[in-house]
């Protein structure tokens, strides 16, 4: 029984993996047709890419910085 339960997970899963991968391939086909039509659109993806990287950029250091805070004041207990 369990293994034809896995087989039953392993083709839902696989499934998701193709609707995924379908839904996305339309999406960027159209933002490239969006992109030739309208090419000032480019510029605007860019600018958003690198805030978006910007801001995860300054999320990842303030979190690093505050585990380094928590491992410098357990270290002082020794």
Not at 25 to 41: D, M, N, R, S, T
Not at 57 to 72: H, P, Q, T
């Amino acid at each position: 029984m369990d293994k034809i339960k896995i087989i039953h997970e392993a083709r839902r899963s696989s499934h998701s993996l193709y609707a995924y991968f379908l839904t996305q391939g339309v999406l960027l086909i159209a933002l490239g047709l969006l992109v030739v039509f309208y090419p000032g659109l480019l510029v605007l993806l860019a600018a958003f890419f690198f805030a978006l990287i910007g801001l995860a950029s300054l999320w990842a250091g303030i979190r690093i910085r505050r585990f380094v805070k928590k491992i410098d004041s357990f270290m002082k207990l020794f």
